[in-house]
């Protein structure tokens, strides 16, 4: 059974940062595309950022790109999301998830199959 477990989320005032670690269980972590998702209150899960399984492409959405940035670390199994600039509508629990083996990126939470218990990211005004 595969593990995902999130951490570095908290309270911050706008204009802060976070970086969120995913660490993930077992030997296959490096043959998988990662990403990161969000959920605020009374809204669906919206994709934020994803990562191919070697690292070589991510992808941001519009509405955090500049200021969030993905990244991960194979040999520590470990998935990042840095955030930077953070602003209120960020407020929301995080979700990092394993996407496809071998993959580019993905971006719909259909295609992972895998997810972490999540972390509340709450940006005060």
């Known amino acids: 059974q595969v593990q995902l477990v999130e951490s570095g989320g908290g309270l911050v005032q706008a204009g802060g940062s976070l970086r969120l670690s995913c660490t993930v269980s077992g030997r296959t972590f490096s043959m998988y595309a990662m990403g990161w998702f969000r959920q605020g209150s009374g809204k669906e899960r919206e994709f934020v950022a994803a990562?191919?399984?070697?690292?070589?492409?991510?992808y941001h959405a519009e509405s955090v790109k500049g200021r969030f940035t993905i990244s991960r670390d194979n040999p520590k199994n470990t998935v990042y999301l840095q955030m930077n600039s953070l602003k209120p509508d960020d407020t929301a629990v995080y979700y990092c998830?394993?996407?496809?083996?071998?993959?580019?990126?993905?971006?719909?939470?259909?295609?992972?199959?895998?997810w972490g218990q999540g972390t509340q990211v709450t940006v005060s005004s």
């Open positions: 990562i191919s399984w070697n690292g070589g492409d991510t």
């Open positions: 998830g394993r996407g496809p083996a071998y993959s580019r990126g993905a971006f719909q939470p259909r295609q992972y199959d895998y």
